[in-house]
């Protein structure tokens, strides 16, 4: 069955700080992953997908096929990255997404 | 136009209404869906549209019932609700039918008194 894990509900860090989302999954086929972002008040968007293997808003995150994971990372977190993020897989019988539980994010000054 | 557009922002409905939600996206996008999310929750996928055609229904009780009018254009159709239906109701598009990355609109808050 098609699973994706966040173990974190909150992570805090400082401003400047590195900070690593976590996201497993769990998938027999080739998945496709992507990063959601909710920012207060504002509607989710697309932050990344593991296929563009692009850096946006300096987040990057590389799918590690033998550890199933697709773990967020920034190497310097800023106040306006706080927020809710959700990982999610595009897979199973009729391509659906699954999403993460989602971390929520927490950047203080 | 490169968003999906949700209406009302909010509603307020009791048990015995009938209301409906909005969603219109004009990008050319093929496959519209409808999510619910509850608070600190990720969304859940409700039903899935394809061509204009509904492909996925997931075990969605039958007081919501949505309607697909043109390619533009999804409702959801909300009839007999329950308190415990009050959610954030989001819609959403993707260029073709869950193969490629979803577009969200900002949702509808719904309060079921």
């Known amino acids: 069955a098609q699973r994706v894990t966040q173990p974190e509900k909150l992570l805090s860090v400082f401003k400047g700080a590195p900070v690593e989302l976590k996201c497993n999954y769990s998938?027999?086929?080739?998945?496709?992953l992507f990063w959601y972002v909710q920012y207060s008040r504002q509607r989710l968007q697309l932050l990344l997908r593991h296929i563009s293997r692009e850096s946006i808003k300096g987040f990057t995150a590389d799918l590690n096929k033998g550890e199933t994971s697709f773990h967020l990372k920034k190497p310097f977190a800023q106040e306006e990255d706080s927020a809710m993020y959700y990982c999610?897989?595009?897979?199973?019988?009729?391509?659906?997404?699954?999403f993460g539980s989602g971390t929520k994010l927490n950047v203080k000054p | 136009d490169t968003e999906v557009t949700q209406t009302p922002k909010h509603l307020v409905m009791g048990m015995t209404n009938k209301k409906s939600l909005k969603c219109e996206q004009h990008m050319g996008h093929r496959a519209m869906y409808w999510y619910k999310q509850k608070a600190k929750k990720p969304p859940e996928l409700m039903f899935v549209y394809s061509y204009e055609k509904l492909s996925i229904n997931e075990s969605v009780p039958s007081r919501f019932s949505p309607e697909c009018p043109n390619s533009s254009l999804l409702n959801l159709h909300l009839h007999a609700l329950q308190p415990e239906d009050s959610a954030l109701y989001l819609c959403a598009s993707s260029q073709e039918p869950s193969t490629d990355e979803q577009f969200f609109g900002p949702g509808t808050r719904l309060t079921v008194l």
């Open positions: 998938y027999s086929g080739s998945p496709e």
């Open positions: 999610a897989l595009l897979g199973g019988n009729f391509n659906k997404f699954y």
